[in-house]
């Protein structure tokens, strides 16, 4: 079987196992917010309780589960909500005057893209640039210096990080906001994207431009900064094996600069483990923007779904942890054929 053909076969192999992964996250995340109360034998994950108070009259709490449908038997509300996501159809949040999850969702994410977009980036040159200075130099100090870093800032708890770092630039210092996307005082730039840096770049708004990078740059270092321990160390250890490759020794003998070595020829092949970590990093990436947006209070949807975690929000959790799971699926399809297309050593 010719390469093209058996990378064509594990494309569609990824896409038809697709489905499965998201129904399973579907199925565990759908189950787990109903059984909840039940195993904690309280009404700690009633969202009748949530909404109308935990003193409301049985009676009302009552009437409000049938009209919810949360009365009714667990397989046909499960099967209700399967059919709803086949039509694409996330519900209605119930702690935000019934507005639909996909608005939520629409509203929010954008914030959280350019967080995420912001922090990887920041992740990547930081990680990639510490293990490049590692593993050029083996058993110095550069090279203790770059495990230390991997090994803290990958052990490093992120809200921890998170107030360590305001307390830091933002109270003692002042050099940065302590939390929010943009100034109340002043209006967002508008544009047709929602991230704030591209919509005020198409307006040509230099002075919204800055404000936004301004507000953006602490949780996008901190997000960064603890992720970027991910990458130092798969560059370290990838690019000192490919340092003592035999192709890398004959560059050597013919006279080429260390520096051009390590760049063009090594690094190169370093790469690929780190195209291949990235859709494990991208999960990690929104686990880590929860903690972020909650410590720096940024309007993203990762801090809405921690506010509807703690409303019992039944449709706007499941709805978000949704489309976060689509997301993942997405991405790790897409690396995983990056790194097969790139890499001929993978067989399928």
């Known amino acids: 079987m010719s390469r093209i053909k058996a990378l064509q076969y594990y494309i569609l ?3 038809l196992l697709a489905p499965l992964m998201i129904w399973t996250i579907v199925t565990v995340v759908f189950f787990l917010l109903r059984v909840l109360p039940w195993l904690l034998q309280s009404t700690i994950g009633d969202p009748v309780d949530a909404v109308l108070g935990s003193r409301a009259p049985e009676s009302v709490k009552e009437e409000y589960r049938q009209r919810l449908g949360l009365a ?3 397989w046909v509300q499960y099967l209700r909500y399967l059919g709803s996501l086949l039509r694409f159809d996330l519900g209605s949040s119930l702690t935000s005057q019934g507005e639909a999850v996909w608005d939520t969702i629409g509203r929010h994410f954008p914030a959280t893209a350019e967080l995420a977009v912001c922090s990887m980036a920041i992740a990547l040159l930081i990680g990639i640039t510490v293990g490049m200075l590692a593993a050029s130099r083996p058993n110095s100090w550069l090279d203790v210096g770059g495990r230390l870093f991997g090994i803290i800032t990958y052990a490093l708890p992120m809200f921890w990080m998170g107030m360590l770092m305001q307390l830091l630039f933002a109270v003692q210092l002042g050099w940065f906001p302590i939390g929010d996307r943009f100034p109340a005082s002043l209006f967002p730039p508008p544009g047709p994207t929602g991230l704030y840096t ?3 770049l198409l307006a ?3 002075t919204s431009f800055c404000t936004a990078l301004y507000h953006l740059f602490l949780p996008s270092l901190t997000l960064g900064l603890l992720l970027s321990g991910i990458f130092e160390r798969i560059v370290r250890v990838n690019l000192k094996q490919t340092l003592r490759a035999d192709y890398v020794e ?5 006279g080429i600069p260390e520096r051009r070595i ?6 190169k092949n370093a790469m690929i483990p780190v195209i291949t970590i990235l859709g494990l990093t991208f999960a990690s990436l929104l686990g880590g923007a929860i903690l972020t947006e909650v410590t720096f209070s940024w309007p993203g949807l990762a801090n809405r779904l921690y506010d509807a ?3 019992r929000d039944y449709p706007t959790v499941q709805g978000i942890l949704v489309f976060f799971a689509v997301l993942v699926v997405i991405a790790s399809i ?7 297309y790139i890499d001929p050593r993978i067989r399928y």
Do not use: E, F, K, T
């Open 334 to 340: 897409a690396i995983d054929i990056l790194n097969a």
């Open 72 to 74: 009714d038997p667990l």
């Open 204 to 206: 040509g708004d230099l």
């Open 198 to 200: 591209i919509d005020s």
């Open 250 to 254: 004959a560059a050597r003998a013919r």
């Open 309 to 311: 975690i703690s409303l």
């Open 262 to 267: 390590l760049v063009a020829h090594a690094l």
């Open 13 to 15: 192999a990824r896409l």
